[in-house]
C-alpha cells in the first residue's frame, strides 16, 4: 500500500484525508499521463454521497487542464464504469466512492483501459506528483483544453449488459433488494424488472447522508426483516456502490460471500463450466467453505485480501470464479471486478436450474463461529512490528492449531487493525481475540476515543 493509495482506491474522510485538491491532482496527472500520445478519453462516475459532487468537478477540472475529455456516467456503480471503459475506447476509468463506508468518507477508485484495478506503478506516480516530485505538467490551452461529455449511455449499454446474462425468466419469482441508498438505486431494479421478477425495493432513496447508514450489505438485519415480512424468495443487498452482494434466502438467513461461490462453483463444476474446478478465495474466507470445497472436489486458491489480488490469480491461472467472503464476487465470463448485482443474476439462476430454494443450496457450507474486530491505532505499522503483539499473534496460532485461526492484517484504508478468530464455538473466538487486543491496548497502541468495533460472523 502506498502513502495515499490503499487496496482500494485513495480514500479517506471527505475534506479531511481526501480533499479537492487532492482530486485535482489526481484528475491533472490523469490527464497528462494517458495523453502523452493522443487525446485521453476519460470515464468518471460517483455513488450518491454529498461529496461525491465536489470531487467530481475537481477531477473533471484537472482532467481537462491538462487536455483530457471526460464522460461523465453520473450516478453508477463501480462494476459499470468498469465495463463501459473495457467495452469502449477509454483510457481509463474512475469511481468515486467509498464503497461501504460512512457518507462522510470518499474515495478514488481508478480503472485502467482493461476494466481492472489500476496498476500500483501508476499509483505510485501519482502519489509523487501529489507530494511535489513531478511539476512540470503542462497546462493545455487553446483548442488542446478538455472537455466534457453526457455519458449516461453508457450506464445504459451496462444494465442492457446485464439484462442480456440471464438464461431464465424469473417471472413470479419474488425478489427483495436493498439498494444502501446507494448506486445500485439507479440500475438494480430495472435489470430486475427487465428479466420478469416481482421486485420489492427497500433503501432506494438516497440524499446524501443516508448512503450505507443502518442498509444494504453491512447492515443486513433489515432487509432480513423485509423479507420474511413479504414472504420472498430471496432478498439481495448491495452496499454503497454495488460491487459486492449479500443474499438473504427465503428463511431469513444470511448468505455471505462464502456461500455464494460455493453454491456458484458447485452449480458451474456440475455443468464442466469450473475452470480447473477451482475457485479463488481470499485469507479471510472462512474454514466452512474449504471442507465444504473439498467434499465436493473443488480446488481453491488463497490471495491477500481485497478483490484485486482476486482478479490478478484468476487472470494469472485462467480461473473464472472467485471471491470474498465480504461478497465481493468475480464472474470472469462477464466481469473484471466484483459486481453486485452480477452476483444476485447469478445465484437467482442457480436457484431456477436446480429448482430449489436458496435455503437449501447455501445450507451445505457449514458456518463456524468467526468474530471479527476492527482495532483502531496510532500506527499501524508499529501495531504489526511490536514483538509483544507478535508474540501473542503466535500464541494464539499455536493454541488454536488443531480447531480454528486467527488472521491479524491492516486496513487498507482506515487506521485500523483487523483481528479475525475462526473457532469451534464463540467462547474461543472472544478468548483468543481478546489475548491479542490486550496486549494491543498495553503497549499503548490504540487510538484514544475509538477503541474497537465487533462484526460477529
Known amino acids: 500500500m502506498g502513502k495515499y493509495f490503499g487496496t482500494d482506491g485513495?480514500?479517506?474522510?471527505?475534506?479531511?484525508?481526501?480533499?479537492?485538491?487532492?482530486?485535482?491532482?489526481?484528475g491533472r496527472y490523469l490527464g497528462w499521463y494517458y495523453g502523452r500520445k493522443h487525446k485521453a478519453?476519460?470515464?468518471?462516475?460517483?455513488?450518491?454521497?454529498?461529496?461525491?459532487?465536489?470531487?467530481?468537478?475537481?477531477?473533471?477540472?484537472?482532467?481537462?487542464?491538462?487536455?483530457?475529455?471526460?464522460?461523465?456516467?453520473?450516478?453508477?456503480?463501480?462494476?459499470s464504469i468498469s465495463y463501459v471503459v473495457r467495452t469502449g475506447e477509454f483510457d481509463c476509468g474512475i469511481m468515486i466512492s467509498a464503497s461501504h463506508n460512512p457518507f462522510y468518507d470518499n474515495g478514488i477508485k481508478i480503472i485502467n483501459g482493461w476494466g481492472q484495478k489500476i496498476d500500483v506503478e501508476v499509483e505510485a506516480k501519482i502519489e509523487a506528483y501529489i507530494d511535489g516530485g513531478q511539476s512540470n505538467i503542462p497546462l493545455a490551452k487553446r483548442k488542446y483544453i478538455g472537455c466534457t461529455v453526457d455519458y449516461t449511455v453508457g450506464r445504459n449499454r451496462y444494465i442492457d449488459?446485464?439484462?442480456?446474462?440471464?438464461?431464465?425468466?424469473?417471472?413470479?419469482?419474488?425478489?427483495?433488494?436493498?439498494?444502501?441508498?446507494?448506486?445500485?438505486?439507479?440500475?438494480?431494479?430495472?435489470?430486475?424488472?427487465?428479466?420478469?421478477?416481482?421486485?420489492?425495493?427497500?433503501?432506494?432513496?438516497?440524499?446524501?447522508?443516508?448512503?450505507?447508514?443502518?442498509?444494504?450489505?453491512?447492515h443486513i438485519e433489515s432487509l432480513q426483516k423485509y423479507v420474511i415480512k413479504n414472504g420472498l424468495d430471496v432478498g439481495f443487498a448491495y452496499d454503497g456502490d454495488a460491487d459486492r452482494c449479500f443474499a438473504?434466502?427465503?428463511?431469513?438467513?444470511?448468505?455471505?460471500?462464502?456461500?455464494?461461490?460455493?453454491?456458484?462453483?458447485?452449480?458451474?463444476?456440475?455443468q464442466g463450466r469450473l475452470k480447473d474446478n477451482t475457485i479463488v478465495t481470499t485469507i479471510m474466507s472462512s474454514m466452512g467453505l474449504y471442507k465444504a470445497c473439498e467434499r465436493e472436489g473443488i480446488r481453491y486458491e488463497q490471495t491477500a485480501v481485497?478483490?484485486?489480488?482476486?482478479?490478478?490469480?484468476?487472470?494469472?491461472?485462467?480461473?473464472?470464479?472467485?471471491?470474498?467472503?465480504?461478497?465481493?464476487?468475480?464472474f470472469r465470463k462477464y466481469a473484471t471486478t466484483g459486481d453486485?448485482?452480477?452476483?444476485?443474476?447469478?445465484?437467482?439462476?442457480?436457484?431456477?436450474?436446480k429448482n430449489q430454494p436458496l435455503s437449501v443450496l447455501a445450507n451445505e457450507v457449514t458456518v463456524y463461529p468467526q468474530l471479527l474486530k476492527n482495532i483502531w491505532v496510532t500506527d499501524k505499522q508499529t501495531v504489526?512490528?511490536?514483538?509483544?503483539v507478535i508474540a501473542a499473534i503466535m500464541a494464539a496460532r499455536e493454541a488454536l492449531r488443531d480447531y480454528g485461526r486467527i488472521l491479524v492484517r491492516e486496513s487498507g484504508t482506515e487506521p485500523v487493525i483487523r483481528v479475525m478468530v475462526e473457532?469451534?464455538?464463540d467462547v474461543l473466538c472472544s478468548k483468543y481475540a481478546n489475548q491479542v487486543i490486550a496486549v494491543m491496548k498495553e503497549e499503548g497502541l490504540l487510538l484514544d476515543g475509538f477503541g474497537f468495533d465487533t462484526v460477529k460472523e
Open 41 to 79: 478519453k476519460i470515464l468518471i462516475g460517483k455513488d450518491t454521497r454529498r461529496s461525491s459532487y465536489m470531487f467530481e468537478y475537481s477531477l473533471v477540472a484537472g482532467m481537462t487542464a491538462s487536455g483530457a475529455d471526460v464522460y461523465l456516467l453520473h450516478v453508477t456503480t463501480t462494476p
Open 10 to 26: 485513495f480514500r479517506g474522510e471527505a475534506n479531511v484525508n481526501l480533499t479537492v485538491t487532492h482530486a485535482y491532482q489526481v
Open 340 to 353: 453486485g448485482i452480477l452476483t444476485s443474476l447469478m445465484v437467482m439462476e442457480v436457484m431456477l436450474e
Open 384 to 388: 504489526r512490528e511490536n514483538p509483544k
Open 161 to 218: 449488459h446485464l439484462i442480456s446474462i440471464p438464461i431464465r425468466s424469473f417471472k413470479n419469482v419474488k425478489v427483495g433488494l436493498d439498494c444502501a441508498n446507494g448506486s445500485a438505486s439507479t440500475v438494480a431494479k430495472s435489470v430486475f424488472d427487465a428479466v420478469g421478477a416481482i421486485t420489492y425495493v427497500i433503501h432506494s432513496e438516497p440524499d446524501g447522508i443516508n448512503i450505507n447508514y443502518r442498509c444494504g450489505s453491512t
Open 248 to 270: 438473504i434466502d427465503e428463511k431469513g438467513n444470511v448468505v455471505n460471500g462464502d456461500k455464494i461461490m460455493f453454491l456458484c462453483g458447485k452449480y458451474m463444476k456440475e
Open 306 to 330: 481485497g478483490d484485486k489480488y482476486v482478479y490478478e490469480n484468476m487472470m494469472a491461472n485462467g480461473y473464472n470464479l472467485g471471491g470474498e467472503q465480504s461478497g465481493h464476487i468475480i
Open 423 to 425: 473457532a469451534e464455538n
